[in-house]
């Protein structure tokens, strides 16, 4: 069955961090490229970040840049999503998918940035 269960979510202050897992399963995981997407209430889902199936190159958006980090262990068929300084504005429920053709979505993790 193949699967995609995001969690380490959770309500932290400004500035603080957390760290996002996304466990894959079904699939082979290590021939796929892997995105990190965030939706906050009210608005389109976006693109976080994004990584190679090897991990050696990555990509992120500019609101993120500098802030986030995302990585993956193809041994444990998860990727990681390394998120410091966090902000009010990156509340959102965040997803991971695959790159090339989309997995049904899993049902996200909530994060929530407030004081």
């Known amino acids: 069955q193949v699967q995609l269960v995001e969690s380490g979510g959770g309500l932290v202050q400004p500035g603080g961090s957390l760290r996002l897992s996304c466990a894959a399963s079904g699939f082979t995981f290590s021939s796929a490229a892997m995105t990190w997407y965030r939706q906050a209430p009210g608005k389109q889902r976006e693109l976080v970040a994004r990584i190679t199936s090897s991990g050696d190159s990555t990509y992120y958006a500019d609101s993120v840049k500098g802030r986030f980090t995302v990585s993956r262990d193809n041994a444990k068929n998860t990727m990681y999503l390394q998120m410091n300084s966090l902000k009010p504005e990156d509340t959102a429920v965040y997803y991971c998918?695959?790159?090339?053709?989309?997995?049904?979505w899993g049902q996200g993790t909530q994060v929530t940035v407030s004081s």
């Open positions: 998918n695959r790159v090339y053709a989309l997995l049904s």
